[in-house]
């Protein structure tokens, strides 16, 4: 605990600096060079030239969008779990300097550890990692410096909970994929199944995919608020059924349902009228 608040107060020691404010506010506020970022590494890799290196490719993005979301879930699981962690900036008598600019953050019910931002963006980091470690290596500290040193910084997280998150991001993302790859049959029949989808309904596959990516750039975010916004009116009129924690579930699961109703919609579409060829035979990567 003291190495935990001797590195807080080191960085967050900086805020007030009128500079430094104003580039911690552009980076909280702005999801181009976050999310967007990832996502467009991503593309660039899905439409890998050679057939081999693609598909390796695209099961390797999969596996780290599917253990990225599940990683987020987990680590809304453990935040609602563990015992409740007052933000550094919400906490009184711990030496916190506030920045000099207004941030319209409204985090005192969420639990800070450990940290979903870390979870997610380290979990997305590793995902580039196992397509090219270079770009890896680079993801993993630009996230460490540009997403999360900010926040330590604003003090929105001990540095605790941010190793935390970063350490489960990682974790999930690689179990997810040696999952898929002890699971052959499972990978290729998901793969095949895409691949299937990807040649007989470009447009929805691509529409859904578009929703997915911008969805995954900005974290969930709108979705967050949407259904934040539905809690409160729910806890206006008198039902506490559902409380803040409970957010990204409910996002993760109409992020799931909607991928599972467009699914069934391509397989219903293709039953009904089936293509002259489909690329079933698919080399495993």
Known sequence: ??????????????????????????????????????LTLYWWFWFAPEQDRRLRNRQIIIAAIIGAVVALALNRALAAALPFRVRPMYAAGIGYHAPSL??????????SFPSDSATYWFALSCGLFRLNRPLGVAAMLYSALWMCLVRLYLGIHYPSDLLAGAVLGVVVVWAVAWL???????????????????????????AVAFVISFELTVMFDDLRD????????????????????DTLFLVAGAVLLLAAVGYASVLWRRRRRPPAHHPRKLSTP
């Open 102 to 111: 207004a941030f319209a953050v409204n985090l005192e019910k969420w639990n």
């Open 1 to 38: 605990m003291h190495l935990d608040l001797a590195v807080f107060h080191a960085v967050n020691g900086l805020c007030g600096n009128w500079l430094l404010d104003r580039i911690a506010a552009y980076e909280e506020n702005n999801f181009f060079f976050k999310g967007a970022v990832f």
């Open 226 to 245: 949407l259904v934040r916004t539905a809690m409160h009116v729910l806890g206006a009129a008198g039902y506490r059924g559902v409380g803040e924690g």
């Open 180 to 206: 898929m790859a002890r699971q052959g049959a499972l990978a290729k029949f998901l793969m095949s199944r895409l691949t299937i989808a990807e040649h007989d309904h470009p447009q929805l596959f691509y």
